[in-house]
Antibody, heavy 116, light 106 residues
Framework: QVQLQESGPGLVKPSETLSLTCTVSGDSMSSYYWSWIRQPPGKGLEWIGYIHYSGSTNYNPSLKSRVTIVLDTSKNQFSLKVNSVTAADTAVYYC??????????WGQGTLVTVSS | DIQMTQSPSSLSASVGDRVTITCRASQSISTYLNWYQQRPGKAPKLLIYAASSLQSGVPSRLSVSGSGTDFTLTITSLQPEDFTSYYCQQTYGAPYTFGQGTKLEI
């Protein structure tokens, strides 16, 4: 059974960088795309981007200038960085596996609050 | 970006009722449409993919239809565990956008 677990600070100051890591267990990371999705409190879901095992990436244009997703296959992890955060980046952040045009496995999500 | 519009945003029903949720895309997405269920405080769970394929374990009281721009999710004989939120998502092209969600309330 594939499992994903997000980790990282729950509080980030405005203008700083949000950094999260997703640890994958139960399967190899090869052949799949690994994605980040976020959900502001009480609101809908927003796809942030994904990274393929090969290292290729695809980002949501609305966030592309501020987002980086990196893969560390030696640790079975992938990570998200969002630069220059504001209160609008406050959200639950989920990592998920993207396979054949669907998100089949998700992490439990982690709330990141942007506040001074 | 392809805009996904769900209706209604909220819906009140009773156990045993039949309800329909609609998802409309701003352009044709063929059958590149998924449906997710999300319980409070939990990650979304895939219910239906490619517009009409039920994920393993999804009860048959859920049915779907549609292609192009208009899609529906119908739940018959509502059970207590069905009263939660539902999201559609297009996978025709990046960015892979979601509808704003439908909250099904008892």
């Amino acid at each position: 059974q594939v499992q994903l677990q997000e980790s990282g600070p729950g509080l980030v100051k405005p203008s700083e960088t949000l950094s999260l890591t997703c640890t994958v267990s139960g399967d190899s990371m090869s052949s799949y795309y690994w994605s980040w999705i976020r959900q502001p409190p009480g609101k809908g879901l927003e796809w942030i981007g994904y990274i393929h095992y090969s290292g290729s990436t695809n980002y949501n244009p609305s966030l592309k200038s501020r987002v980086t997703i990196v893969l560390d296959t030696s640790k079975n992890q992938f990570s998200l960085k969002v630069n220059s955060v504001t209160a609008a980046d406050t959200a639950v952040y989920y990592c998920a596996r993207w396979k054949e045009r669907l998100f089949d496995y998700w992490g439990q999500g982690t709330l990141v609050t942007v506040s001074s | 970006d392809i805009q996904m519009t769900q209706s209604p945003s909220s819906l009140s029903a009773s156990v045993g009722d039949r309800v329909t949720i609609t998802c409309r895309a701003s352009q044709s997405i063929s059958t590149y449409l998924n449906w997710y269920q999300q319980r409070p405080g939990k990650a979304p769970k895939l219910l239906i993919y490619a517009a009409s394929s039920l994920q393993s374990g999804v009860p048959s009281r859920l049915s779907v239809s549609g292609s192009g721009t208009d899609f529906t999710l119908t739940i018959t004989s509502l059970q207590p565990e069905d009263f939660t939120s539902y999201y559609c998502q297009q996978t025709y092209g990046a960015p892979y956008t979601f509808g704003q969600g439908t909250k099904l309330e008892i």
